[in-house]
């Protein structure tokens, strides 16, 4: 598929999402996808190389997540932790689909943290930031505390994934994990993550990726308010 087509595809998808991409959204999207397509020839930030499968895979699954949060937040400028970013996709798609939102892109990977910090830079989006802490290696400076909202994509097997989420997310937060199939409220370890964390699953919710036959599901927490 050339880019022409996936970005039809990609526009019916976001409508399907019922969201409302402008055309400066449009053109702060491929820009992204271009740039990163381009820092990857370089060196490696993400399995996927083609601008199109980019587009489809990778921002689509970053606006599904936005379409949750934006529901769901009660905080109409959250701030937004993309826990373990890689190339930066979910992050970015959710900063330019929900501008007023304030995004920390959160990396490890040196090569993949040099890569976020010079596009953040350059990007000229206000309210979007780098870091490069290891959640779950010593504490996290105050500047990574209390976030609105918590996210991870392939980061690591959901239980550990809250592990690493919940103290970086707010009393009455929310976390959400992109997952292959809604998690089961019975399992053992889910059950040990979800008390040690003091948080809930609140609901799976399952949408569909262009061109693909399967569904995939966002499984969203919300830590219990402080008392």
Known sequence: MNIEQARTEFSR?????????????????DSFVTE?????AKVN????????KLLLRHMADGLAAASVLIKEAKNPRPRILD?????GCI?????????EARVTLM??????????????AH???????????????????????????????ALAPLPQSLKLAMPLTAPDGLFLAFQSQAPDPQDASLKRALAAGAARLVKSIPYRLPQEEKDRCLALFRRQESR
């Open 107 to 120: 990396e490890s990977s040196q090569r993949k943290y040099r890569f976020l910090n010079s596009m953040a």
């Open 123 to 153: 990007s000229g989006l206000p309210g979007l930031s780098v870091s490069s802490f290891h959640a779950g290696q010593g504490q996290p400076p105050t500047s990574l505390l209390d976030f609105d909202a918590v996210l991870e994509r």
């Open 91 to 99: 992050g970015m798609a959710i900063k330019i689909a929900w501008p």
């Open 83 to 87: 826990l373990g970013a890689g190339g």
């Open 36 to 40: 990163l397509a381009a820092a990857n």
């Open 13 to 29: 998808f976001t409508l399907s999402l019922g969201l409302n991409i402008s055309e400066k959204q449009n053109f702060q999207i």
């Open 45 to 52: 930030l993400t399995s996927d190389t083609d601008p199109a």
